[in-house]
């Protein structure tokens, strides 16, 4: 039982509250016990993910990367306190119907391929990219990226190129005509990335496997 905490999301693998913490308000995610696994099992994995999660946000961090800022891990009790960013993400900001300028969008999709090319350098593999998983700060506008749950460390160049795949999908299953934006994404990956070549090769390689399974059905 977190003290004042307001429930805010309720997934499969955790609980997301917003609670006050040392006179702020913090983002505190809780990964709960499966009950069809082994209690012990369990526990070992509920922490591996618990530890991963910091630890992909922290190196974040450490290369500059916007993410939120953790404040505390508690592996016994399976928590991450972390920064509560104040915004929007993206997914509301394509959904939302008030015209945004091709020159905002063209900003947005920028510092999107900026901050993911970087978070390849330094083999950070995010393992969730969708736009919900996109945040927008409100005073700023600019980019944080949030939800490592399925984050991980890996060097290989498949990984990366999946991980984009996976924000492409995102895109055109949930905001249609966004092409021109994804396009604008990839170009700022490219520049940012030491190994987009590759990994930008590899994702052709990745969509044309996609393509082939949905054609199979
Ligand atoms: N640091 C944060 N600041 C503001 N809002 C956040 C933050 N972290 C999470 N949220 C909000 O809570 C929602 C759920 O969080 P998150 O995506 O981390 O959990 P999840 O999808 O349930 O986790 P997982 O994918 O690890 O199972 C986000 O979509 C976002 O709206």
């Given at each position: 039982?977190?003290?004042?905490?307001?429930?805010i999301?309720?997934?499969?693998?955790?609980?997301?509250?917003?609670?006050p913490?040392c006179?702020?308000?913090?983002?505190?995610?809780?990964?709960?016990?499966?009950?069809?696994?082994?209690?012990?099992?369990?526990?070992?994995?509920?922490?591996?993910?618990?530890i991963?999660?910091?630890?992909?946000?922290?190196?974040?961090?450490?290369?500059?990367?916007d993410?939120?800022?953790?404040?505390?891990?508690?592996?016994?009790?399976?928590l991450i306190?972390?920064?509560f960013?104040?915004?929007?993400?993206?997914?509301d900001?394509?959904?939302t119907?008030?015209?945004?300028?091709p020159?905002?969008?063209?900003?947005?999709?920028?510092?999107?391929?900026t901050?993911?090319?970087?978070?390849?350098?330094?083999?950070?593999?995010h393992?969730?990219?969708?736009?919900?998983?996109?945040?927008?700060?409100k005073?700023?506008?600019?980019?944080?990226l949030?939800?490592?749950g399925?984050?991980?460390?890996?060097?290989?160049?498949?990984?990366?190129?999946?991980d984009?795949?996976?924000?492409e999908?995102a895109f055109?299953?949930?905001?249609?005509?966004?092409?021109?934006?994804?396009?604008?994404?990839?170009e700022?990956?490219?520049q940012n990335?030491?190994?987009?070549k590759?990994?930008?090769?590899k994702?052709?390689?990745?969509?044309?496997?996609?393509?082939?399974?949905?054609?199979?059905?």
């Amino acid at each position: 039982m977190i003290h004042n905490a307001q429930l805010i999301k309720q997934g499969a693998e955790a609980k997301v509250y917003l609670a006050p913490f040392c006179q702020r308000q913090a983002i505190i995610k809780e990964r709960f016990a499966k009950a069809y696994r082994h209690p012990t099992l369990d526990k070992k994995l509920t922490s591996r993910r618990v530890i991963q999660e910091a630890r992909c946000l922290n190196r974040c961090q450490k290369a500059f990367i916007d993410t939120p800022t953790v404040y505390l891990v508690d592996v016994d009790s399976s928590l991450i306190y972390m920064e509560f960013i104040e915004g929007c993400s993206v997914r509301d900001y394509l959904t939302t119907d008030d015209g945004h300028l091709p020159e905002a969008q063209a900003k947005v999709a920028k510092e999107i391929g900026t901050a993911l090319g970087k978070m390849h350098n330094i083999d950070v593999v995010h393992g969730d990219l969708t736009t919900s998983n996109l945040m927008m700060r409100k005073e700023s506008g600019s980019l944080v990226l949030i939800d490592f749950g399925l984050s991980y460390v890996s060097n290989l160049i498949e990984d990366k190129a999946v991980d984009l795949y996976v924000l492409e999908r995102a895109f055109t299953s949930t905001h249609p005509n966004t092409e021109v934006m994804f396009a604008q994404i990839l170009e700022a990956y490219g520049q940012n990335s030491k190994a987009s070549k590759l990994i930008l090769k590899k994702l052709e390689d990745v969509r044309m496997r996609g393509r082939k399974r949905s054609m199979l059905g």
